[in-house]
């Protein structure tokens, strides 16, 4: 049995900019890993268009999705930024770095990358919190048992 499926996560939209480019990605991958400094870190797979944007970008968002947000993980999570423009006809604004916003959300996170490491077929970002806003005190969309999960 699949046992990491047993490790539940919040399902978050991360989302970046470089020059003119901004793109949005699915992650559940993403957890707290330092208090002082306040830390986060994304495990981002080497295929995904993110990653190339993520490589060489100074930011990156976290976007919180609220349990009512599934169609946006699965929209963000489905196609790839390489060969679609995911803002089309969603709601967000910009960031003073311009980094997406999303409306909607449970909360908002900008971190500045301050470390990539290597991990396997995924890298993963450490983000330096230096941004962050709560909007909508409701509960978060969980990913867990290889899916998102109804009804939490
Ligand atoms: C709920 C959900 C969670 C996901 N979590 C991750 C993740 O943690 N890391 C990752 O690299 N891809 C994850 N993915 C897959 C990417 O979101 C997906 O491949 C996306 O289309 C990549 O877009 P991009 O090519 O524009 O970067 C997830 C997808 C879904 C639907």
Redesign the pocket.
């Known amino acids: 049995m699949d046992v990491v499926k047993k490790i539940y ?1 919040s ?1 978050v939209v991360v989302t970046m900019r470089l020059n003119d480019k901004i ?8 957890t707290r890993v330092s208090i002082n400094p306040k830390l986060i870190v ?4 080497k ?7 993520l490589k060489s970008s100074s930011f990156f968002g976290v976007n919180i999705l609220s349990k009512f947000q599934k169609d946006l ?2 929209h ?7 060969d ?1 423009d ?1 803002f089309e006809g969603i709601d967000y604004e910009l960031s003073k770095n311009g980094i997406p916003i999303l409306k909607g959300i449970v909360g908002y996170i900008e971190c500045e990358i301050v470390r990539i490491y290597d991990a396997g077929d ?1 890298s993963i970002f450490v983000g330096k919190i230096i941004d962050e806003k709560l909007y909508n005190n409701v509960e978060p ?1 969980l ?1 867990g048992e290889h ?2 999960l109804e009804g939490f």
């Open positions: 996560n399902t793109n949005g990605i699915s992650v559940a991958w993403i994304i495990s981002i797979g295929e995904r268009f993110s990653y190339l944007l993980a699965i963000f999570g489905s196609v790839s930024g390489r679609y995911k995924h969309l990913y899916k998102i």
